[in-house]
Nanobody, 114 residues
């Protein structure tokens, strides 16, 4: 059974940074392309970026140059480094497969104050 546990969220001022972590279990983590998603109140969940099994990354235009995804296959963990945060980055952040996602974890709340 797949389990995804996101952590690292919090309240930060605009311009600040946060690093999110997502620990996966119940899967062969290293072979999966992983992604970070977010969902703001009243909006649909959107993908902010992904990392392939080989380490290639791609980002949504809204976060390009500010967010960085990395992974540690030895720890079955994917990370999201968020810099230069903006109030519009406020959302619940989730990790999952880059396509055909598994069941969602609980997510981690990120709130950016202006």
């Amino acid at each position: 059974q797949v389990q995804l546990v996101e952590s690292g969220g919090g309240l930060v001022q605009a311009g600040g940074s946060l690093r999110l972590s997502c620990a996966a279990s119940g899967i062969i983590f290293s072979i999966n392309n992983m992604a970070w998603y977010r969902q703001a109140p009243g909006r649909q969940r959107e993908r902010v970026g992904y990392i392939t099994s080989g380490g290639y990354t791609s980002y949504a235009d809204s976060v390009k140059g500010r967010f960085t995804i990395s992974r540690d296959n030895a720890k079955d963990t994917v990370y999201l480094q968020m810099n230069s945060l903006k109030p519009e980055d406020t959302a619940v952040y989730y990790c999952n497969k880059a396509a055909n996602p598994w069941a969602w974890g609980q997510g981690t709340q990120v709130t950016v104050s202006s």
